[in-house]
């Protein structure tokens, strides 16, 4: 049996479906694969293990051919999935939870606390000139005491909202689902819309998947209604954020600053947001942990072996 990779990953993932006994094709280009190398790359395959750049559609699916199996994304997110075209073609697809968890939820409170300490501004300046201390230069928002949002309370959300616990600010959430045993345990506080949320928090996080319903939560509206000393950070996916009215925002004061990982128009910027000095930008690297990127090929790998051996998956994707 064959079992494409689309781009090379660290880890064992690879070795693991080598072992396991299959033909394995990796894509060894740079960057992502265009679309017409990818349709005809994945031609053939029993298995595809797959990146979220990959638009899982009927295309991909013809492409691929009938004794396609499974799609294992390399990514906790899996809003690249048609998922009624992956049934409809009896393809199982297979993300990978947990085990980016702890990544995705420290690098959150990096983009935190490099917002609200100016990290990156001020990294700027020490370059620039000789470092000195003065008492008014480079202030910054304190965290003990303040008020940390967190919108989704899934499994990354959930680590996010621990840490901000441990560094002494008071949690509130918003999800779909309220979580009385949550709150016991980490002393957090539900807010029954995002609108509660977004008007009390002084840091707000963003942790749900991006769905037809949080397109576009965070809009021009919404982010009037945060405070003007507020901060907002993107882990999740772009377009969670219409991301051209956070630039007017950023630029008219509206909120404090913003921090983001993610972009509405990846692999590029919308217009206007690297030039402000009030952002702080990654390139999508949340999970970029030697720890996570090799244990998200490995779980990949084995949701692939398990499938092709007409066992289940040990995580398939769930209908959000
Ligand atoms: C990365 O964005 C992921 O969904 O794992
Ligand atoms: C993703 O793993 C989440 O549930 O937050």
Known sequence: MKVVVTRKIPGNGVKMLQDAGYEVVVGEQDGPMDRAQLLEFIKGADGVLGQLTDKVDEEYLNAAGPQLKIVANYA??????????LSSHNVIGTNTPDVLTEAVAEHAF???????????????????????????????????????????????????????????????????????????????????????LLSISDVVSIHVPLLDSTKHLINADRLKMM????????????????EAELVEALKN????????????????????????????????????????????????????????????????????
């Open 110 to 196: 990096a983009l935190i606390m490099a917002i609200t300490r100016r990290i990156v501004e001020a990294h700027k300046l020490a370059r620039t000139q000789s470092s000195s201390f003065g008492p008014e230069v480079m202030l910054g928002m304190e965290l003990k005491g303040k008020v940390l949002g967190v919108l989704g309370l899934g499994r990354i959300g959930s680590r996010v909202a621990e840490i901000g616990k441990a560094m002494g600010m008071n949690i509130i959430y918003y999800d779909i689902k309220q979580n009385p045993d949550f709150e016991a345990k980490v002393g957090a506080e539900f807010k029954a819309t995002p609108d509660e």
């Open 76 to 85: 906790v997110g899996f809003d690249n999935f048609d998922l009624p075209a």
């Open 227 to 242: 405070k003007p000393t507020a901060y907002l950070v993107n882990t999740s996916r772009g377009p969670v954020v219409a």
């Open 253 to 320: 004061k509206v909120i404090a600053g913003a921090a983001l990982d993610v972009g509405e128009t990846e692999p590029k910027w919308v217009p206007g947001l690297v030039e402000l000095d009030n952002v702080v930008l990654t390139p999508h690297i949340a999970s970029a942990t030697n720890e996570a990127r090799s244990a998200m090929g490995e779980l990949a790998a084995e949701n692939i072996i398990e499938v092709l051996n007409e066992r289940p998956p040990k995580t398939p994707v769930k209908k959000p």
